[in-house]
Nanobody, 122 residues
Framework: QVQLVESGGGVVQPGGSLTLSCTAS????????MGWYRQAPGKQRAFVAE???????NYGFSVKGRFTISRDYAKNTITLQMNSLRPEDTAVYYC????????????????WGQGTQVTVSS
């Protein structure tokens, strides 16, 4: 099927920066979007950013202007550059892919990575 492998999480002080990466592999047929979600303790998973076909990017309100998503279409990789990090950015960050596979080229599904922890603390 589809495998998403994330890297780059860690601990950073408020105001610092981190870069997350995610690479997709497997039997992808068409990728409509790749992006990031996050889940803080006791909260629901929330949208962070996405890169859609046609070089369209979207951001959650709380990260707009601080986070930047980029995508390498040839390598099926996305990165999330996170600047000016705040304690409220602390969460597990999940890579997401929305698209189809060779097994079923008509049904779009959302796939998830295992998640990477980002902790912003002094």
């Amino acid at each position: 099927q589809v495998q998403l492998v994330e890297s780059g999480g860690g601990v950073v002080q408020p105001g610092g920066s981190l870069t997350l990466s995610c690479t997709a592999s497997g039997s992808m047929f068409g990728i409509e979007s790749m992006g990031w979600y996050r889940q803080a303790p006791g909260k629901q998973r929330a949208f962070v950013a996405e890169s859609r076909d046609g070089h369209v990017t979207n951001y959650g309100f709380s990260v707009k202007g601080r986070f930047t998503i980029s995508r390498d279409y040839a390598k099926n990789t996305i990165t999330l550059q996170m600047n000016s990090l705040r304690p409220e950015d602390t969460a597990v960050y999940y890579c997401s892919l929305y698209g189809t596979t060779w097994a079923d080229t008509r049904t779009k599904r959302q796939y998830w990575g295992q998640g990477t922890q980002v902790t912003v603390s002094s």
